[in-house]
């Protein structure tokens, strides 16, 4: 079983920057695929981004397409996901989240292991 810990969270100013980490720790990410998700207070959990296991392949929810970037570094056992010009509409608690396959798909559904999550609060 593996675990998350998602990191980098805080409050920010509308049109600021943060970066998160999910880390892992009981295994290697390599062979995992990795989400980050979000989730608001009364709205359901969302895909913000996902990655690949090999890192080539990449999703981004059309909110935040040119705004956030997800990245990974296997040899840190750690997956980013950099988020710019934020907006109070990103403001939520984030997830990652992580799956054994070769494909990708960003649900939530799809994901059997779940880090604690990290609050975002964009707010001037």
């Known amino acids: 079983q593996v675990q998350l810990v998602e990191s980098g969270g805080g409050l920010v100013q509308p049109g600021g920057s943060l970066r998160l980490s999910c880390a892992a720790s009981?295994?290697?990410?390599?062979?995992?695929?990795i989400g980050w998700f979000r989730q608001a207070p009364g709205k359901e959990r969302e895909g913000v981004s996902c990655?690949?296991?090999?890192?080539?392949?990449?999703t981004y929810a059309d909110s935040v397409k040119g705004r956030f970037t997800i990245s990974r570094d296997n040899a840190k056992n750690t997956v980013y996901l950099q988020m710019n010009s934020l907006k109070p509409e990103d403001t939520a608690v984030y997830y990652c989240?992580?799956?054994?396959?070769?494909?990708?798909?960003?649900?939530?559904?799809?994901?059997?292991?779940w880090g604690q999550g990290t609050q975002v609060t964009v707010s001037s």
């Open positions: 009981g295994v290697t990410l390599d062979y995992y695929a």
């Open positions: 990655i690949s296991r090999s890192g080539s392949t990449t």
């Open positions: 989240a992580a799956r054994i396959r070769r494909d990708l798909i960003c649900s939530p559904s799809w994901y059997d292991n």
